[in-house]
């Protein structure tokens, strides 16, 4: 692993991004390295850069496939993918099937009270409450997912409701993130974890209310903001091309970056194909998340609370220390979680 204080890491890694990247058109010869990547809107405006052509390598081209949370854990056995931005919780999952996963780099990090555990129900629902949860349906994106382990420990710690998948005091039920607001509306569930471009939506509109924010429970009972998404790898891809892997996260930075600095042109684009007002973007990167891609020292920590977690809701019997996990070619941020 490689170190940076805060005062050297924008000059490390304006050089590291500098090596092997340009505007210029990428030479003929290339190795595609594919990405898979939760599928929401603002992962879109994440790669936007890279997928037309203003963020390129000589060596590499990335090949980028949105999947849902759940679809994301699955495919982790299949080493199809290069690089996975996925669950949080994949780490001891997949080391305890034997896959020797590495820890790449930090996905989303919730700026809570608005980060993506939140809990929303209907305006008019009569769910006053957390108390009021009891015997009611949530709808969740991943059973053992990352978000998962936070709702769950928030709910157990904070106000004692039994959170046992099986006679709890509540039912979560697994669905695909597109289909949530559609069951939360129609009642088929009394709550829902919507993602943040749905909830985006809900706060800026007259269908729902935010209930509880249980990534906020945990920071103000740890000091710590959980992680729900992280960038894996596998060990032998790692070793045998780690320079094209430092590009290929390199790329991924270079490509935020751009987003950032072009949002006139990056957010109209990416919204009018999403259906997504161009404000969403905005708020996605200032007050929803961090999206750091490199890795900060406090995600390491976190990580490490996040398994100790799931452990004791018995997801998983053990893990390892997640400093032991990184990647050593993983460029390591000591700038603290806004």
Request: hydrophobic fraction near 45%; aromatic fraction near 8%.
């Amino acid at each position: 692993m490689k170190h940076f204080g805060r005062k050297h890491f924008g000059p490390v890694l304006g050089a590291l991004l500098a090596v092997g990247l340009s505007v210029a058109p990428a030479l003929a010869q290339q190795r595609t390295m594919k990405l898979a990547y939760f599928a929401d809107p603002s992962r879109d405006a994440v790669l936007w850069a890279i997928r037309n052509g203003k963020v390129t390598s000589d060596r590499i081209k990335i090949e980028a496939t949105p999947m849902q949370i759940s679809e994301l854990v699955q495919t982790m056995p299949t080493k199809t993918f290069d690089v996975v931005e996925t669950s949080s919780m994949a780490i001891p999952f997949g080391r305890a099937r034997g896959l020797d996963l590495k820890l790449m780099g930090a996905g989303i990090v919730p700026r809570e009270p608005v980060g993506g555990t939140n809990i929303w129900v209907k305006k008019d629902s009569p769910i006053k409450a957390v108390a009021d949860l009891k015997g009611k349906k949530i709808a969740v994106y991943s059973i053992s997912s990352a978000a998962d382990v936070v709702l769950r420990t928030a709910l157990a710690e904070a106000h004692q409701i039994k959170v046992s998948t099986e006679g709890g005091d509540v039912q979560l039920i697994q669905m695909p993130v597109p289909a949530m607001a559609a069951a939360l509306a129609s009642g088929n569930v009394d709550g829902a974890t919507l993602a943040q471009s749905q909830a985006y939506k809900a706060m800026h509109g007259s269908d729902f209310r935010l209930l509880v924010s249980p990534g906020e429970i945990m920071k103000k009972k740890y000091g710590l903001t959980i992680p729900t998404s992280l960038f894996v790898g596998y060990d032998e891809k790692l070793k045998k091309d780690p320079e094209l892997y430092k590009e290929f996260m390199a790329m991924l930075v270079k490509s935020k970056e751009y987003a950032l600095a072009h949002p006139d042109e990056v957010f109209g684009v990416v919204g009018k194909a999403s259906n997504m007002e161009p404000a969403f973007f905005k708020a996605w990167f200032d007050d929803f998340n961090e999206f750091p891609i490199v890795l900060p020292e406090a995600v390491i920590k976190a990580s490490d609370l996040l398994w100790e977690k799931g452990k004791a809701l018995g997801m998983i019997k053990s893990y390892e220390p997640a400093a032991s996990v990184v990647w050593d070619g993983a460029v390591i941020s000591k700038a603290p979680a806004k």
